[in-house]
């Protein structure tokens, strides 16, 4: 574990990589409709926004799909400036 720490702490741009790995998997969720982020069989009583199973029956299942793809953009270009930022402008 103190590897991965040490390793992480001296290749931070890393984790740059990592958000836009996960900004493509909400993407593509988003885009292909993928069931185990967008459930079918919600239940009708779930209303908090803090999950995406709120959203569907707040919103309905297309805005939250459009949601989370808007969010996975964000979280893709954030990416992208954090590697940017410590690849290549960030020296210690």
Do not use: Q
Not at 36 to 50: A, E, I, P, Q
Not at 51 to 71: E, H, P
Request: no cysteine; aromatic share 22%.
């Amino acid at each position: 574990m103190e590897s991965i720490e040490n390793f992480l702490k001296s290749n931070p741009h890393l984790f740059g990589i990592f958000f836009v790995l996960m900004g493509v998997a909400g993407l593509l969720a988003a885009i292909y409709d993928w069931d185990w982020l967008f459930k079918k069989d919600v239940s009708s009583s779930t209303y908090s926004l803090k999950k995406i199973d709120g959203w569907i029956n707040f919103f309905g299942r297309k805005a939250a799909r459009v949601f989370v793809g808007i969010s996975s953009v964000t979280v893709i270009m954030a990416g992208i400036v954090w590697f940017w930022i410590y690849a290549f402008y960030y020296k210690n």
